[in-house]
């Protein structure tokens, strides 16, 4: 079993061997999966992030389905995640980590988001448990959601992996979803 320092070392070296064109494609199969969900169709409000380079890309998809749904994007504020409503590309900003995110008042109702996509290093396809950067910013961002949200983890294929240690507090989801799905 690998520790998640070991884990997250072998994901990140993994990632970066993927070319850009490598990204685009799964980042596009991914979220065409999501959007064949039973789940997401029949989401109104959905959280989803903002993505980095080495995540799956989220920009087209906020983009598009906020005209349609309500899309909520995290903010880092401190230790601690709030959350925004996407209101186009005007209304982003740079924040912590250099991550674009909405500008304006937070959401503090979380019971309406009905589906969250969510980011992760690593995720164990088997037991839907995720491995994240290491500041713990989405296991504290769980305990706030509703039980009745549906957690979808997304990632590329390189960052499937069955055997990384886990804690109590590490969130969970109910669906991993790849270019493969």
Known sequence: MLS???CRSAIRTRVKAMSECEKKTESEKTMQAVEQLEEFKAAKTILAYWSLPDE???HQFVEKWSKHKRVLLPVVVGDDLE???YKGRESM???AFGILEPQGKAVT???SIDLSIIPGMAFNPTTGARLGRGKGYYDRLSVTLSPHTYNVGVCFN???CADFKTDEWDMMVAKIITANE
Request: charged residues 40%; negative net charge; glycine residues 6%.
């Open 109 to 111: 109702d979380l019971s």
């Open 158 to 160: 390189a960052q499937i």
């Open 93 to 95: 900003a740079e924040g």
């Open 56 to 58: 799956i890309c989220t």
């Open 4 to 6: 998640k320092k070991e």
């Open 83 to 85: 959350i925004r409503e």
